[in-house]
């Protein structure tokens, strides 16, 4: 995970993958809300800020979880939030159309 911080930010993402030009921040969760999407596109608007080596990157989020509200799984989609769920030790993606990604 990466864990940033300045005087009056502190941000946590769960997961990171990167390439040379994108990467994916990827947050956690066992439920997964509204709320907690919100919370979380929150979180990203500082990320270029708190891990700056990043700058030049495409940066798309997605939320993984065990379970979530049917209008978590909506408003994810319609925010263009990739959707990985979380089955025991099997997880699968929710089909992504790269042009309708929410880009940081």
């Known amino acids: 995970n990466l864990v940033g911080s300045n005087k009056e930010i502190d941000m946590e993402v ?3 993958y990167m ?30 800020m708190l891990f700056p080596h990043f700058a030049d990157f495409e940066i798309y989020v997605a939320m ?5 509200t049917d209008a978590a799984i909506d408003y994810a989609r319609e925010k263009g939030i990739i959707i990985i769920h979380i089955n025991d030790d099997l997880f699968t993606i929710d089909k992504i159309d790269k042009e309708t990604l929410k880009k940081f």
């Open 14 to 16: 769960d997961l990171f």
């Open 19 to 48: 390439d040379t030009t994108e990467a994916i921040a990827v947050e956690v969760k066992t439920y997964c809300t509204k709320a907690k999407i919100n919370h979380f596109l929150k979180q990203m608007k500082n990320f270029k």
């Open 64 to 68: 993984a979880a065990i379970d979530y």
